[in-house]
């Protein structure tokens, strides 16, 4: 059964940084591409960030681009999103998705409050 477990979520302050990280298993982590997704509180989910099977190639919404990073680590069957300038607003469950299918993991919240 594919495994995805986000970590790294917390408290920050508006203009903090922090690092989510996403530990996969029982599948072939090299041969899917890999999303972040996240969720506010009351609405919908919201695409992040997509990132190709190699990390070769990256895709961000406008809404993060230049404070958000995706990346990955095949070795380590991990995948990571560096958050910088964090606003209120970036406040949501963040998860890691497993293209194309979408399967996720349970989550983990940032929130960004003074």
């Known amino acids: 059964e594919v495994q995805l477990v986000e970590s790294g979520g917390g408290l920050v302050q508006p203009g903090g940084s922090l690092r989510l990280s996403c530990v996969a298993s029982?599948?072939?982590?090299?041969?899917?591409?890999m999303s972040w997704v996240r969720q506010a509180p009351g609405k919908g989910l919201e695409w992040v960030s997509t990132?190709?099977?190699?990390?070769?190639?990256?895709q961000t919404a406008d809404s993060v681009k230049g404070r958000f990073t995706i990346s990955r680590d095949n070795a380590k069957n991990t995948l990571y999103l560096q958050m910088t300038s964090l606003k209120p607003e970036d406040t949501a469950v963040y998860y890691c998705?497993?293209?194309?299918?979408?399967?996720r993991g349970k989550g983990t919240l940032v929130t960004v409050s003074p």
């Open positions: 029982a599948f072939i982590f090299n041969s899917y591409a």
């Open positions: 990132i190709d099977s190699d990390g070769g190639k990256t």
């Open positions: 998705a497993r293209n194309p299918e979408g399967h």
